[in-house]
């Protein structure tokens, strides 16, 4: 029997590119590295591009040294880093409410590398505490029950979309369990009702 050594190609048939895993360089973004692109005015795959290279845009020197805020890393301040986050939730909101040409499409907006499942992923992650975690899903669900999905010629129906949008609002709902909850009284009321809102 003859043995050969090398390597080869496999060509893979699969039904959806969903399917199919991201590359490495886009699997489990940091949370931070998700506001940015989701802030981001450029396009997603701009956006995206600029985050593998790691090319950043450089401050000029002389700028720096004048602007003191830009002296202080706020990113850990609570409040801005909450209003960060609501940006990014607003970004999401924003790309998801424009046409989808197919469900592939649309699947990769809610569970690609940097969809709403990532999204709901890393604030689980990275989340600093229990209280910020469910608040943050919280408002993550309340960002998608606002979608008004847009309707063009030849894209989906907005009411598969809204479909799809709440089969993860549900999901959200689910990792927020009754038990972490009662660890929060002071914001159980709100998180039971921003659900509640979401899923109507």
């Given amino acids: 029997m003859v043995q050969y050594s090398g390597d080869a190609w496999w060509p893979v048939n699969i039904s959806s590119t969903t ?11 940091p949370l931070e590295v998700l506001i940015d692109i989701l802030t981001s005015a450029r396009p997603l795959h701009q956006a995206m591009k600029q985050w593998i290279s790691g090319k950043k845009t450089a401050t000029p020197t002389n700028e720096e040294l004048v602007d003191p805020h830009k002296k202080v890393d706020t990113s850990a301040f609570l409040l801005q880093r909450t209003r960060r986050i609501s940006r990014a939730l607003m970004g999401l909101r924003e790309r998801l409410e424009r046409p989808f040409p197919t469900v592939a499409n649309l699947h990769w907006r809610l569970n690609g590398p940097v969809g709403v499942r990532a999204v709901s992923e890393a604030i689980l992650k990275e989340g600093r505490s229990d209280e910020e975690k469910v608040f943050l899903l919280a408002e993550l669900a309340l960002e998608l029950s606002r ?14 979309v809204r479909q799809e ?22 914001l159980k009321v709100y998180i039971e009702e921003a659900f509640l809102e979401a899923l109507v």
């Fill in 147 to 160: 979608v008004k999905p847009a309707s063009a010629p030849g894209a989906l129906e907005p009411s598969i």
């Fill in 165 to 186: 949008i709440r089969k993860l609002v549900k999901e959200l709902k689910a990792q927020v369990t009754g038990k972490s909850l009662e660890s929060i009284p002071n």
């Fill in 19 to 29: 399917d199919l895993p991201p590359p490495d360089e886009l699997k489990e973004l």
